[in-house]
């Protein structure tokens, strides 16, 4: 079983789950904090919802410092794994998220969901600020007449400034607006698929 079989699986299942529903966005890889580390899938509707996958031929090597870093940022998140690393994977998040095993089976990949992914109690307003381009952080700051003092600082001012301007659920809003508005970003596979 291999990282592409899983994300195929992960796949069906979300496209059955979001059809018909135009105000969803799916994504392969989004970037969380200007890049440090990426979630494998992503789904931005009214909350953003994260899929990190672990096949058999991964190791979890990199899941502690992914899971802090996810924690920061993502509404909802769900690990899918590999049977082999069930046991240690549990370990190491917390029970707030989902939790879906990927075995093999006669039609290929099949995920099943051991526990749904429940609200995260942690958001860091700053941190998921960090999704934004500076430009859309900066309209946004102008929209809400806080960009004074920061227009020519770096991003990251900008996203401390967000964070203290706006409370947590406005931060949360204008950030899912503006990655379903980026014009030339990512194509939604979806939209692909049905040739648009």
Same mark, same amino acid.
């Given at each position: 079983?291999?990282?592409?079989?899983?994300?195929?699986?992960?796949?069906?299942?979300?496209?059955?789950?979001?059809?018909?529903?135009?105000? /969803?966005?799916?994504?392969?890889?989004?970037?969380?904090?200007?890049?440090? /580390?990426?979630?494998?899938?992503?789904?931005?509707?009214?909350?953003?919802?994260?899929?990190?996958?672990?096949? +058999?031929?991964?190791?979890?090597?990199?899941?502690?410092?992914?899971?802090?870093?996810?924690?920061?940022?993502?509404?909802?998140?769900?690990?899918?794994?590999?049977?082999?690393?069930? +046991?240690?994977?549990?370990?190491?998040?917390?029970?707030?998220? &989902?939790?879906?095993?990927?075995?093999?089976?006669?039609?290929?990949?099949?995920?099943?969901? +051991?526990?749904?992914? +429940?609200?995260?109690?942690?958001?860091?307003?700053? /941190?998921?600020?960090?999704?934004?381009?500076?430009?859309?952080?900066?309209?946004?700051?102008?929209?809400? &007449?806080?960009?004074?003092?920061?227009?020519?600082?770096?991003?990251?001012?900008?996203?401390?400034?967000?964070?203290?301007?706006?409370?947590?659920?406005?931060?949360?809003?204008?950030?899912?607006?503006?990655?379903?508005?980026?014009? &030339?970003?990512?194509?939604?596979?979806?939209?692909?698929?049905?040739?648009?």
């Amino acid at each position: 079983m291999r990282d592409r079989d899983v994300r195929a699986s992960v796949w069906r299942w979300l496209e059955v789950a979001h059809a018909g529903d135009p105000d /969803t966005l799916m994504l392969d890889e989004l970037g969380i904090l200007n890049g440090a /580390t990426r979630i494998d899938i992503a789904v931005i509707n009214g909350q953003i919802e994260g899929f990190e996958l672990k096949s +058999e031929r991964d190791t979890l090597e990199r899941l502690p410092a992914q899971r802090d870093l996810y924690n920061k940022v993502l509404d909802r998140i769900s690990l899918v794994v590999a049977e082999n690393h069930r +046991e240690a994977a549990e370990a190491m998040i917390p029970d707030w998220w &989902g939790l879906a095993i990927a075995s093999s089976g006669p039609d290929g990949v099949e995920v099943a969901r +051991e526990r749904p992914p +429940e609200m995260n109690p942690g958001l860091d307003a700053a /941190t998921l600020a960090s999704l934004l381009w500076r430009d859309e952080a900066l309209a946004v700051l102008e929209r809400y &007449g806080a960009a004074r003092g920061v227009k020519s600082k770096p991003r990251e001012a900008l996203y401390e400034r967000l964070a203290v301007a706006l409370d947590l659920d406005m931060v949360r809003a204008e950030v899912r607006a503006a990655l379903k508005a980026r014009a &030339g970003w990512r194509v939604d596979r979806r939209s692909q698929q049905c040739g648009g």
